[in-house]
């Protein structure tokens, strides 16, 4: 029998990559919670989407998304590149499969950015491995607010967004956990605590069986 003499820390046993799926209407908030998340946690890796989107100012082609046309996605779509995909406010946007697959593959976090479309496909072929989160804006008016203070997009753009946010909205009830973010660091706090609680779940920590077979065949003096 194998001698213990020190208890391995938690984070050195073995364990299983979580998929975080993160979605809310658009301006509620969402990519600077991921972007803090991104920065404060490296075992998180952002799951770069394709899509037929402008680019925006302030993205950067490889690192926001990868910035592709049309016939370009559909290819990709056909040739079942994509993991996930869905049409947003008259674009099309989708997960490619390589990077997620490998990040599971070898028990790496994976973080997505995705809609609820792209959230119930994932959840439909990944269920166990999935965490997914809606973050809620704490009001309307204050998600109007929030677009325009982001001054990215047109007048039209963020009318249709708003229009749209009610049908988001309504999907909160398939997601895991729901954050409202009145405050931002009260919001990344809350997201914080569910990564780590999730992140503890017997069935993500596969090493527990080979840690506790030791445990118990330890002799003591
Ligand atoms: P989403 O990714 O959900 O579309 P963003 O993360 O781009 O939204 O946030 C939209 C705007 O709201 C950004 O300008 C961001 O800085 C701001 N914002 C995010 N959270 C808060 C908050 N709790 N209070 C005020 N402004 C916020
Ligand atoms: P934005 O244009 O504001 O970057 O994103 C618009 C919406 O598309 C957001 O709700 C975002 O989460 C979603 N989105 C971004 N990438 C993907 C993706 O790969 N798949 C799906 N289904 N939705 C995505």
Redo the contacts with the bound molecule.
């Keep these: 029998m194998r001698p213990m003499t020190q208890t391995s820390p938690v984070a050195e046993i073995q364990r299983r990559g979580l998929m975080l799926v993160?979605?809310?209407?658009?301006g509620a908030g969402?990519?600077t919670i991921a972007h803090n998340l991104l920065e404060s946690d490296p075992r998180f890796s952002l799951?770069v989407?394709?899509?037929t989107?402008q680019r925006?100012g302030s993205e950067i082609e490889g690192r926001?998304?990868h910035f592709i046309s049309v016939d370009e996605f559909e290819a990709r779509r056909a040739s079942d590149q994509?993991l996930?995909?869905?049409e947003?406010?008259g674009?099309f946007?989708?997960?490619p499969r390589k990077a997620a697959e490998a990040a599971m593959r070898e028990g790496r976090d994976m973080l997505?950015?995705?809609?609820?479309?792209?959230?119930r496909?994932l959840q439909e072929q990944a269920r166990s491995d999935i965490v997914s989160i809606f973050i809620l804006p704490p009001s309307m008016a204050e998600l109007k607010n929030r677009l325009l203070r982001r001054n990215e997009?047109s007048g039209e753009t963020i009318q249709m967004?708003l229009k749209n946010a009610r049908v988001?909205i309504e999907r909160w009830r398939d997601y895991d956990y729901v954050v409202v973010n009145y405050d931002l660091n009260q919001a990344f706090s809350e997201v914080q605590s569910i990564v780590e609680a999730e992140r503890l779940r017997r069935d993500r920590r596969p090493g527990l069986f080979d840690f506790t077979a030791a445990l118990l065949a330890e002799e003591l003096d």
Excluded: C, M
């Design positions: 993160l979605s809310s209407p658009s969402k990519s799951s989407s394709v899509t989107r925006r926001h998304y994509l996930e995909w869905a947003v406010h674009n946007y989708g997960t997505f950015d995705i809609d609820w479309q792209g959230a496909q997009d967004r988001e």
